[in-house]
């Protein structure tokens, strides 16, 4: 029933910038918190940036003061910013949101969208 929808993926050159976009859509409440993770082919997946219900927003040190986690009014909808790409930035990215209802955890994923930085 519920669907995350990601978007903004794509080529970009080293330096460059690109701004991805994660929609939520079905019925969705009691966020804990929205995040962003990458994952390389062969590598672990990586947390890169989240954002909790309060606000609060944490980075992982490799893109800390590049990148930027945001979200709407209504919490439907989860960005990131990214600037200054580098080529090791390459990877597929992926949104998701954690619920929580009486002390019970779910958690949704999107698809997926490919972020190549190269020149």
């Known amino acids: 029933q519920v669907q995350l929808v990601e978007s903004g993926g794509g080529l970009v050159q080293p330096g460059g910038s690109l701004r991805l976009s994660c929609a939520a859509s079905?019925?969705?409440?009691?966020?804990?918190?929205m995040a962003w993770y990458r994952q390389v082919p062969g590598k672990q997946r990586e947390r890169v940036a989240e954002?909790?219900?309060?606000?609060?927003?944490n980075y992982a040190d490799s893109v800390k003061g590049r990148f930027t986690i945001s979200r709407d009014n209504a919490k439907t909808t989860v960005y990131l910013q990214m600037n200054s790409l580098k080529p090791e930035d390459t990877a597929v990215y992926y949104c998701s949101f954690r619920t929580t209802s009486g002390g019970y955890v779910t958690r949704y994923w999107g698809q997926g969208t490919q972020v190549t930085v190269s020149s």
């Open positions: 954002i909790t219900s309060g606000g609060n927003t």
């Open positions: 079905g019925s969705i409440v009691n966020i804990y918190d």
